[in-house]
Structures are given as structure tokens and as C-alpha cells.
């Protein structure tokens, strides 16, 4: 009798997938699919997410707005040209946020390893949910029934035995759609696609590979590997591995984030310091209800403010203590934009505000009090007490979304700048 097969060689490479076990799952127009859940007046109808007023761009835009030509980051004038009969709703982003947490849980409910691309967006490897849940084809399907049933939400799935094919697969299905491309149809479902549908390959190198009459995935698969590489360098070579089915990177969840931030873009450029400061505050509790929803405090906050000519400067201030108050962060990032205006005074086109070195909240369950408030504001300075307040108006906002909790000094109309 013959001695059992001892398997490959260790160095050999790991055998393909038999499976498409790698899924991309993306949500449909999310911001504008939040929307409508909760505002019937927008379904089946043109519609976008963007501030109404002011240099505004749109952040998420239908499918009956995308039949007019309307696409994400693009100015909201020249959508509303394209599509006279647009509705606009504005923003929330701690809206978005939240049901972001939503969805990324779920998805952790299916497998645990999940690589976040973006608050929309992931990379799940179910291989190992196999065996609870079922083939990948049905584990596809149960991810869409939850997200539809625990969240009112539309999201596409695609699956292959690699992560770009996997990706691609959930462009395909778009919108409202599954996809799943067995290992084995790979190179099918790749060669006859267009080559700036390719992983990498950007517009501009889509039209000099279409230049030189690589006009398809599979004309560049045809192509020699050193040619590519001669012409367009690295990203040639890495071209011709995508285009031969070849993606070896693994779903790999990602590190928590080392900061927090939020920025603002004003509608005319600011000149009166008190309508600035209002919007630094704003920006503080935008940042701090994030750290909050984290489990995360800062020890260091950095502010950045934008000139006319598009010039940006900044500057980092170390907190005493870590925080995360919208209020203790609003009284070092308002000296600092103030100092920063200070030495060289401009109107502000742009004002950001960044939490950074971020630290789990645990640790700092015990927070020694300031002793002192920084120079030129007044009231206090315990973050215990604020984050208290500020915990309290986390918890309205998460029972009614909708509601608006703020510091007095933000409500009322929005000063002109």
C-alpha cells in the first residue's frame, strides 16, 4: 500500500479558493437611504444629501438622480442643473455615524473578520461562518435579509474567491443586488470588462492603456508583465497580477482609529471672529459625540483653518488631561484658531477641528480637574461634569435621531460671517 500523500511542500503557495468566500458588501446611496427611511417623501423620486446653501457638493445621491447624470462630489449647482426636479435634504452626520456602528455590527455578528473600508463599505471573509450559517451564497443572502430587517436598509453583496474580484462583483450587482463569482469563473467574469474597471487603473491610465490598444481586462492580461512594467512601472506589474485572477491579500480588520475630526467649509468666507468661534464650538461636540461613540478620549487636539487662496495652516495644543468634552475641547481648539488669526489675519474659508492621540475612555475613568481655565475663557473646566451633560445628549440623539441637543450658544440663527 502506498504511503499517504504528505500534501504540498511548505513553501508551495496556498491552494486557491473553492468558494467565493470573500464578500464585498457595500449600502446603496447610504446617507440618502438613511434618509428615506425615515422621510417616505423622498423615495422613487430624484433626491440628494447635500448642505442646500453655499459651495456644497452632493454626498449621496439617488438612483432616479444618477439616471440625470448626478454623482457624489459633484458641486450641488451644476446637479441641480442636470436634474431641475432634485430634492435636497441636508446632512447628519452623527445620524450616518450611528447607523455605520449599526451595520459594522451586524456584520461582526456574521463573521469576525471584517475589514471596514469606509462608513458604508466592508470586506468580510466568511470562511469560517461556513459551518454555522451555511454555503457563502446563502451567508450573502442572510447579510441583505438583516440589513434590510434589523436596519430598513438596501445594501449590494459581492463575493469572489479574491478581494478586488469581490469588490468589482458588488459594482456589478448594483443597485440592491448579490453577485457571487465562483474562484473558477474568475477570469470569465474579468477579461471582458473594460480595463478602467480594473482595481488601480484610474481614468487617466485607463486612456493611455486604451492608447496603446489595451482596451479590455483581458487585453491587459495579454500583454507582457514587463511591458506594463516598463511603460507604467510598478503599477504596471501590479496591473498584470489583477488582470491573471492574482489578489493575495487577506481580509485584514483594521486598527482603530488614531484620531477624530470634523471640518467646515463656510457658504462666504468668515471675517467676524465670534461666527467663527460658534463653528469651532460646533465642530468640538461633533468631534467629542465621535469619541464618545468610540469609547475614546483625546490627549491632544489639533485645529486648522483655510485661507481664500486655498493656503492652510494649523497647530496642535496637548490637553492637560485626556477628554472627550465637545466643551473642554472647544476651550483649547477656540485659542488656538484665534491664535492662529491672530498672527496672520485672513478671512477663513475652511475651519477643521482634530482629536488625536486617542486612548481608550477605561483608562481615564478618574479625570483630575482643571485648575484653571485656559486664558480668555471663563465657566468651567471638569470634564467629569461636561461629559456628564454631554453623555445625556448622546442618549436623546440615539432615541430620537431627528432631535437636535446643543449648547445654548448654538442655538438660534447662524450668525453671518
Do not use: N
Not at 161 to 189: E, I, R, Y
Not at 376 to 382: F, K, L, N
Amino acid at each position: 500500500m502506498s504511503a499517504p500523500d504528505p500534501g504540498p511542500a511548505p513553501s508551495s503557495p496556498p491552494p486557491p479558493r473553492r468558494e467565493p468566500s470573500i464578500l464585498h458588501v457595500d449600502m446603496d446611496a447610504f446617507f440618502l437611504s438613511v434618509e428615506r427611511r425615515e422621510r417616505p417623501e423622498l423615495r422613487g423620486v430624484p433626491a440628494a444629501v447635500a448642505h442646500p446653501e453655499g459651495r456644497s457638493v452632493v454626498l449621496s445621491a439617488s438612483y432616479e438622480a444618477r439616471a440625470y447624470g448626478v454623482r457624489s462630489a459633484m458641486p450641488l449647482a451644476q446637479a441641480r442643473a442636470l436634474c431641475p426636479p432634485l430634492r435636497v435634504t441636508p446632512p447628519r452626520q452623527e445620524l450616518y455615524r450611528s447607523t455605520s456602528a449599526r451595520v459594522m455590527d451586524l456584520f461582526g455578528r456574521v463573521t469576525p473578520v471584517v475589514e471596514q473600508l469606509s462608513v458604508d463599505e466592508a470586506f468580510l471573509d466568511v470562511a469560517g461562518a461556513r459551518r454555522l450559517l451555511g454555503p457563502p451564497e446563502r451567508i450573502a443572502a442572510l447579510i441583505r435579509e438583516r440589513v434590510r430587517a434589523e436596519l430598513g436598509l438596501p445594501c449590494t453583496v459581492g463575493g469572489a474567491g479574491v478581494k478586488f474580484v469581490a469588490k468589482m462583483a458588488s459594482t456589478a450587482a448594483k443597485p440592491d443586488g448579490m453577485l457571487l463569482v465562483p474562484p473558477q469563473c474568475t477570469l470569465a467574469f474579468l477579461h471582458p470588462r473594460p480595463v478602467g474597471a480594473l482595481w488601480g487603473v484610474g481614468p487617466q491610465a485607463a486612456r493611455r492603456l486604451r492608447e496603446r490598444g489595451v482596451e479590455t481586462i483581458g487585453d491587459l492580461a495579454a500583454r507582457d508583465p514587463r511591458w506594463l512594467r516598463e511603460a507604467f512601472g510598478a503599477a504596471g506589474a501590479a496591473w498584470a497580477e489583477l488582470a491573471a485572477g492574482r489578489d493575495p491579500r487577506p481580509v485584514a480588520p483594521r486598527e482603530p482609529a488614531r484620531s477624530v475630526g470634523a471640518d467646515h467649509t463656510f457658504d462666504v468666507d468668515a471675517r467676524d471672529p465670534a461666527a467663527l468661534d460658534r463653528e469651532v464650538l460646533s465642530l468640538c461636540h461633533r468631534v467629542a459625540a465621535r469619541l464618545r461613540s468610540g469609547g475614546h478620549t483625546a490627549a491632544a487636539v489639533t485645529v486648522r483653518v483655510k485661507d481664500p487662496a486655498l493656503a492652510t495652516r494649523a497647530r496642535t495644543v496637548r490637553l492637560p488631561a485626556p477628554t472627550a468634552s465637545g466643551r473642554v475641547l472647544h476651550a483649547h481648539a477656540g485659542p488656538a484658531v484665534a491664535g492662529l488669526l491672530t498672527e496672520r489675519p485672513h478671512p477663513v474659508r475652511l475651519v477643521g477641528v482634530r482629536a488625536e492621540r486617542l486612548s481608550d475612555a477605561e483608562a481615564h475613568g478618574a479625570v483630575q480637574e482643571a485648575l484653571f481655565a485656559p486664558e480668555g475663557h471663563e465657566g468651567p473646566t471638569d470634564d467629569a461634569g461636561w461629559r456628564r451633560a454631554e453623555e445625556a445628549a448622546d442618549a436623546v440623539a440615539r432615541r430620537f435621531p431627528g432631535a437636535g441637543v446643543r449648547p445654548a450658544s448654538l442655538l438660534g440663527p447662524p450668525e453671518g460671517s
